[in-house]
């Protein structure tokens, strides 16, 4: 099986309870992606960046737990590991504390071969001091015939007017095969769209192939030009966190394993989402 990239934010999210307690983990989407496709024996690989503190290795220790390859997280010395912090006593936009580098994120980058799976989202790859570098090394992984997926999520408390990174996620549109994107992400990019009318006139100028996740409906929709298939996914206890970790993890392996059919991609989607060890990440 050819082997999965993601590239991403690592930060520590704290959640304050309405107990006084506290609670944390680390990462978003993409780490439990990440950890879950490697928990599933996937050659795994994460990009990052994180300070050479105590938070920041204690994130790339959370990394190699579970197998997933850090070599490519670059650890700056000059800066704070991101630590977002949510309340479950209020809706509140949380609070976030990083002081990141003067500089854009600069890793050992890894090899990409033919058939390799490179995914990449999070506000990470939209700010300015980044997001040139990471396009052009994704643009190099497509000439490597690397298959290069976009999730165009982000923390909306770090962007206060989204018209200020659509320029980035565009960018980040155009260098992709193919598109994940969940309901929310939707709503939140183009408000008031269904995703048919989203991706016809929004998505399909820059990416001919898109996935849209539905975790609360229980669907997940692909387009690809002028046709589109629906699935109707496993009924689950799981949240909507790891619910939609499971099928990007699934995406993830089902072009890792070489898979180019919709209803086969979904299929794999479904059920890793649906998965028991969907639930451990």
């Known amino acids: 099986m050819n082997k999965v990239i993601y590239i991403g934010e690592l930060a520590l999210n704290v959640v304050l309870g309405r107990d006084g307690s506290a609670s944390a983990h680390v990462g978003d989407l993409l780490v439990a992606a990440a950890a879950l496709d490697c928990l599933m024996g996937v ?10 503190d105590a938070v ?35 809706d509140g936009k949380s609070v976030i504390h990083s002081a990141n580098p003067s ?11 033919e058939g390799d799976v490179v995914l990449f989202g999070s506000y990470m790859v939209l700010d300015k001091r980044n997001h040139d570098s990471i396009i052009d ?3 190099h992984a497509r000439a490597m015939k690397a298959k290069v997926v976009s999730l165009p999520y982000f923390d909306a408390t770090r962007v206060p007017r989204i018209t200020r990174v659509m320029p980035e996620v565009w960018d980040s549109l155009e260098v992709a095969d193919l598109v994940v994107v969940t309901i929310d992400d939707l709503a939140t990019l183009f408000p008031g769209e269904d995703p048919a009318k989203a991706y016809k006139s929004h998505i399909l ?3 001919r192939k898109c996935l849209v996740l539905d975790r609360d409906n229980l669907k997940m929709r692909f387009f690809d030009g002028d ?15 790891h619910w939609t ?12 394993e070489g898979m180019t059919d919709p209803d086969d991609i979904m299929n794999k989607a479904n059920e890793t989402a649906h998965s028991e060890i969907a639930a451990k990440v």
């Open 43 to 52: 050659e795994t690989i994460f990009v990052g960046e994180d300070s050479a």
């Open 56 to 90: 920041g290795a204690h994130i790339v220790a959370h990394l190699e737990e579970s197998k997933v390859d850090t070599t490519a997280v670059d650890r700056f010395s000059e800066g704070v590991s991101p630590v977002k912090i949510s309340s479950t006593v209020t």
């Open 103 to 113: 500089e854009a994120v600069n890793p050992v980058w890894p090899r990409f071969s």
């Open 137 to 139: 090394l994704l643009k």
């Open 205 to 207: 100028f820059y990416c």
């Open 227 to 241: 046709e589109s298939w629906t699935k109707e996914c496993h009924p689950t206890t799981l949240d909507k966190e």
């Open 245 to 256: 970790a499971g099928a990007v993890a699934g995406v993830a392996r089902a072009l890792a």
